[in-house]
Every structure is written in C-alpha cells, then in structure tokens.
C-alpha cells in the first residue's frame, strides 16, 4: 500500500480528501484514488446509491405483497347476517359474504322469550340459498312445518329479547348458527300468525 506523503505541499497543490495524497488544488476528483473532493458530490453519489437500493427494494416488495397476501387470506366465506324486517309470514334477513368463496344459509329457527322457539326456513327453495363472495342476499324465512318446541332455557322477562339462530355452511363444509339479537315486538305479527296457524289445525 503507498504511504500519504507528508509535510509542506508545494504551491497550487492541496491533499485528497480521501487518501490524503497530493493533487491540484483545483482538482473535482482524485487523481490517485478517485475519489470526489466536493462534497456536494459525495453526498450525491451516495444518494444516488440509496435511491437505486429502495427502488430495487420497492420493486421486490411489489412483487411480494400479493403472495403474502395470499398466503394469509382464508380460501373460505364469511357469512355475516343483520335483520331487516319481519311481517306476519316472513323474516327478511340480509346475508353478506366477506369471504372468497360461496357459503349457504339454510333451515333456522327463531327463538321468542317466554321460551317458544319457531323453526324456519329459506322461502323458495328446497334446503339452502347460496350467497357468493363479496355479494349481499335479501333472505325471506318463513315458518316451516316444524312444530313450536319449547327452550329449556330460562330467559329474562325484564329484558325481553328475541333471537334468530341462522344456520349456515361455509365452503368447505362447516356449519354453525348464527345468532343475531332482535327486539321481540319485531314479531308480535309473525308470532300471532303462527299461533293462528296452529290454532286452527
């Protein structure tokens, strides 16, 4: 390796900021070890480096995210349910599917205080509505041939709440119920119905 020259530089002369050697004092760029004496110019070649870095880190990313993305989004539905309204003959849920595959909403059932629960089923068809991904349904349920049956449990009748218990399958197989919380005098007209129905017979 050469050694720095030391001592007095000769007139017109200055050292590298770099190695140290001697070069013109007018000199923009090192003659021995090339290096940049402005230091506007050092800055900007070292940015320049960073810029190339996060462009190239940018451009890997980008090419990432969509298969981590897929990596962690479930192949599956998501279900969600809210109440909409309800008549003498029909309840009228809105089924929406958040997931990426089609899910079924089928046979539920309505569970009234005072432990009376009705079953119900999906008007129009024969076993189950299919909701595909990222679409919403209106569903119409109405009371089935299924009999009144009474809930062992016991519920407040300070806080008279209704229940419907909506039974869905996602798409690889499982199913569950769903609960949604309805106020009861949602039904006083589906419930006087359906004990007129019984009723009769």
Not at 34 to 54: K, N, P
Not at 123 to 132: C, I, L
Request: net charge positive; charged share 20%.
């Amino acid at each position: 390796m050469a050694e720095a020259h030391v001592g007095p530089l000769p007139e017109g002369m200055k050292r590298c900021k770099v190695c140290a050697e001697p070069i013109n004092e007018k000199a923009v760029k090192c003659i021995h070890c090339q290096a940049e004496q402005s230091w506007a110019r050092q800055r900007l070649g070292f940015s320049s480096t960073i810029l190339s870095l996060l462009v190239a880190l940018i451009t890997v990313l980008t090419a990432a995210v969509p298969v981590v993305r897929d990596s962690i989004t479930s192949k599956n539905s998501n279900l969600i349910f809210s109440f909409q309204a309800a008549n003498d003959r029909v309840i009228s849920v809105l089924a929406s599917n958040t997931g990426v595959r089609p899910g079924s909403i089928g046979s539920s059932y309505l569970h009234m205080n005072q432990k009376r629960n009705y079953g119900l089923r999906v008007s129009g068809v024969d076993s189950a509505r299919v909701v595909e991904p990222g679409k919403s349904e209106l569903i119409a349920l109405t009371r089935d041939s299924r009999p009144i049956f009474a809930d062992e449990d016991t519920d407040d009748p300070r806080n008279p709440k209704c229940f419907l218990f909506l039974h869905s399958t996602d798409f690889i197989g499982v199913a569950e119920y769903h609960k949604v919380v309805v106020p009861c005098t949602s039904f006083i007209a589906f419930e006087a119905n359906a004990f007129d129905g019984v009723t009769k017979r």
